[in-house]
């Protein structure tokens, strides 16, 4: 048996695909366009593994997609793949619209297709996992209860209103076609392989080169945090025992004000390694201009996934903060090959 794991090479499938091959020896093939967002140094250490293969190519690409399909048979496809940065969704919208929609539909009707031709033990073993985020359901306000998956979708930026089309999408294909979908909401992850483009690793990028760390507005935002691994373990157990064309909420109960989350991190920057100076990263805070239309609170409520599943987060956001700021000071030469050429080029248009 193998799976087939879309934006494999990005922060999230890197991790799930890292995490998969530790734990079984089922065969992954990886299909992965490679945009800016996507480093094959992220899974360099399967590069000699016959259990892994890597194809660069877009999920949009219907043939390519087609021959995979065709040609390795797997029982089960996790897409991954996605625009996914709000700040460069409001800059330009339009590759979120091909990737996040288009493609998702294009990817869609190629396992439509392949799975409908199946035999009738393989097609109801198939799966069509597709991962999504809490950003749908839209922002909340301080008081409300987090969102479950009753909660209506109401995205609002291009980002979130692309993943929001792309889950209608995956809902329609199961409800008209029966195709044995499952989709997972995630809350916001952190950990290994995240792209300084995001929150945390700018900051831990910026504070060690000592560049301003900007903070958006008022900085009290909030954003529900969940450690990468959490999340590849939530979606493993979704797959294994998720009910068809149901939703699954994924967070860890980690609330936290984007101040704090960067407080947090300039602390712990302090002891493990502190500035040459003697003061503290927190003297590098820059509040900045706010994000257009940020949202100003999001909550993930995931009693169905720990009661139904079973799951439960294995890191609380201290431990999972504290092993992160470690895995970047610890791997400086993978931030310095990603921070590179057209990254210089997003963070001089974003925070000019
Ligand atoms: P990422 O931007 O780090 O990685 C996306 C990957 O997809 C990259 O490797 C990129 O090359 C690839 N890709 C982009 N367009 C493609 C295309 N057309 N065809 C094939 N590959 C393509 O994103 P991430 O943070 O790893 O997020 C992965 C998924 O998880 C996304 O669907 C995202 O919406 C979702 N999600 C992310 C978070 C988060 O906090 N990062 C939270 C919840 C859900
Ligand atoms: P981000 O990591 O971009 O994730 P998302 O927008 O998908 O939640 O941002 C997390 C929060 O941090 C969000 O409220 C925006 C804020 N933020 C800043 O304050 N400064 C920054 O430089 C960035 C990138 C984000």
Request: aromatic share 10%; charged share 25%.
């Amino acid at each position: 048996m193998t799976i087939l794991v879309t934006g494999s090479a990005g922060f999230i499938g890197a991790n799930f695909v890292l995490d998969w091959l530790s734990e079984h020896d089922e065969p992954v093939v990886s299909l992965d366009k490679l945009t800016y967002a996507g480093n094959r140094q992220n899974l360099g250490s399967l590069v000699n593994d016959q259990r892994h293969l890597f194809v660069q190519g877009d999920i949009g690409d219907s043939d390519l997609v087609t021959e995979l399909l065709s040609t390795h048979k797997p029982r089960a496809v996790l897409n991954f793949a996605a625009e996914s940065h709000v700040d460069r969704s409001i800059h330009g919208p339009e590759d979120f619209i091909q990737t996040n929609i288009v493609g998702t539909f294009r990817l869609l009707e190629a396992v439509r297709t392949h799975w409908s031709q199946l035999g009738e033990t393989e097609k109801a073993q198939f799966r069509f996992l597709h991962v999504s985020t809490d950003e749908v359901y839209g922002s909340l306000g301080p008081t409300d209860p987090a969102f479950s998956e009753q909660n209506k979708y109401e995205p609002n930026s291009p980002y979130s209103a692309s993943k929001a089309a792309s889950d209608h999408l995956v809902r329609a294909y199961h409800h008209t076609y029966g195709l044995p979908v499952l989709t997972t909401n995630c809350s916001n992850n952190y950990g290994p392989y995240h792209f300084p483009e995001k929150l945390i690793p700018l900051i831990i990028h910026n504070a060690l080169v000592g560049k301003p760390l900007p903070i958006y507005g008022d900085g009290q935002q909030i954003r529900d945090w969940l450690y990468v691994k959490d999340h590849c373990c939530a979606i493993r157990r979704v797959l294994e025992a998720g009910e068809l064309g149901e939703t699954y909420n994924v967070g860890g109960w980690n609330e936290k004000a984007n101040i704090d989350v960067v407080h947090t991190l300039c602390d712990i920057l302090d002891e493990e390694q502190p500035r040459t100076d003697g003061r503290t990263y927190r003297d590098q805070i820059a509040f900045v201009k706010d994000r257009p239309g940020h949202d100003r609170r999001y909550a993930i409520d995931a009693t169905r996934l720990e009661r139904e599943l079973g799951w439960k987060p294995a890191e609380t956001f201290e431990t999972g903060i504290r092993k992160t700021v470690r895995w970047y000071l610890s791997n400086q030469d993978w931030v310095t090959n990603v921070t590179s050429g057209a990254y210089r080029e997003w963070v001089g248009k974003q925070y000019a």
